[in-house]
């Protein structure tokens, strides 16, 4: 479902700025704030995916978002994981000071190759 909003070009720049302070795009923070009963149970997103890292993967063990979420990975929905994909590095390229991008990895997802970024906690 889409939903149109209006904003003012002060009003676009304020969310942009609030948005990139914590390593959302707009879309994701604005999901954030309407803080929905459904959006809390999403696991496929930023917040989730950091927290799942800094919890239960080994520190300075490679992963990517595939390895990480392991057999939940299968139940994302198409272009959902690609969302996923560009917002984690986002967050860590500009937020996340605990991780590091590495090299891509090549893996196989429903029987097909895909290049997917590689992280590591530092901390």
């Known amino acids: ?9 002060e009003e676009n720049m304020e969310l942009e700025e609030k948005a990139k302070e914590i390593g959302l795009d707009k ?14 149970k999403n696991i496929f997103t930023v ?9 239960k993967w080994p520190k300075g063990v490679p992963f990517t978002l595939c390895e990480l979420y392991g057999d939940d990975w299968g ?9 996923l ?3 984690f590095y986002k967050f860590v390229k500009t937020t996340a000071t605990d991780f590091v991008i590495l090299e891509k990895k090549e893996v196989i997802i429903a029987g097909q190759k895909r290049m997917q ?7």
């Open 27 to 40: 879309t994701a923070y604005i999901k954030k704030c309407l803080k929905l009963e459904a959006s809390g």
């Open 117 to 123: 970024n590689q992280y590591v906690i530092n901390k």
């Open 47 to 55: 917040e989730y995916a950091a927290n799942l890292a800094r919890t």
């Open 75 to 83: 139940k994302i929905q198409n272009g959902v994981a690609g969302v």
């Open 85 to 87: 994909g560009r917002n």
């Open 1 to 9: 479902m889409y939903f149109k909003l209006l904003l003012t070009e």
